[in-house]
T-cell receptor, first 115, second 105 residues
Framework: ETGVTQTPRHLVMGMTNKKSLKCEQH?????MYWYKQSAKKPLELMFV???????ENNSVPSRFSPECPNSSHLFLHLHTLQPEDSALYLC??????????????FGPGTRLTVT | EDQVTQSPEALRLQEGESSSLNCSYT??????LFWYRQDPGKGPEFLFT???AGEEKEKERLKATLTKKESFLHITAPKPEDSATYLC??????FGTGTRLQVFP
């Protein structure tokens, strides 16, 4: 595997379910990110991890819970979601995390549908 | 409030018809402007980083330029395979909504 991988690619869940999204990067990067992409809206940054520590949490509802066990893996745990949470969830990584920024490498995303 | 605005929202070009996409920003203390390409059903793919006004970068038919207020992505003699959504972002990870480019043969 190369680059950034995400599983599953598609997920349909009910509002009372609990599920997890998984992301793995094979680039040796130190920073990982979760984004939400909805139609007609810009990418919304959800969480940032640098060296397994959360460095940003952009007012995301508690029904989204991230976990970063090591610098190569990132999870997004989902529970009691709402229909408006249906979107494409993208994981990304970058060499490092600094104020001046590094280019990011994205996974293919998980298309989430909440019924 | 920091903001990134892209225009036009959509652009249809004939193959070989050159054009430019615009990304304007109101971010204070910009330290990097990024361009990405996103194909349907895929994650964004990194294209360019620009750090200072006057900087230019090229890749095949694409050239990105940066001023103090905006960035342009120039597409010279585009081909159908250049069809995609082009996103710009600044170093604080604020993205624009993108320009959806369609190139017809």
């Amino acid at each position: 595997e190369t680059g950034v991988t995400q599983t599953p690619r598609h997920l349909v869940m009910g509002m009372t379910n609990k599920k997890s999204l998984k992301c793995e990067q094979h680039l040796g990067h130190n920073a990982m990110y979760w984004y939400k992409q909805s139609a007609k809206k810009p990418l919304e940054l959800m969480f940032v991890y640098s060296l397994e520590e959360r460095v940003e949490n952009n007012s995301v509802p508690s029904r989204f819970s991230p976990e970063c066990p090591n610098s190569s893996h990132l999870f997004l745990h989902l529970h009691t979601l709402q229909p408006e949470d249906s979107a494409l969830y993208l994981c990304a990584s970058s060499q490092d995390y600094r104020q001046f920024g590094y280019e990011q490498y994205f996974g293919p995303g998980t298309r989430l549908t909440v019924t | 409030e920091d903001q990134v605005t892209q225009s036009p929202e959509a652009l249809r070009l004939q193959e070989g018809e050159s054009s430019s996409l615009n990304c304007s920003y109101t971010v204070s203390g910009l330290r990097g402007l990024f361009w990405y390409r996103q194909d349907p059903g895929k994650g964004p793919e990194f294209l360019f980083t620009l750090y200072s006004a006057g900087e230019e970068k090229e890749k095949e038919r694409l050239k990105a330029t940066l001023t103090k207020k905006e960035s342009f992505l120039h597409i010279t003699a585009p081909k159908p395979e250049d069809s995609a959504t082009y996103l710009c972002a600044e170093n604080k990870l604020i993205f624009g909504t993108g320009t959806r480019l369609q190139v017809f043969p």
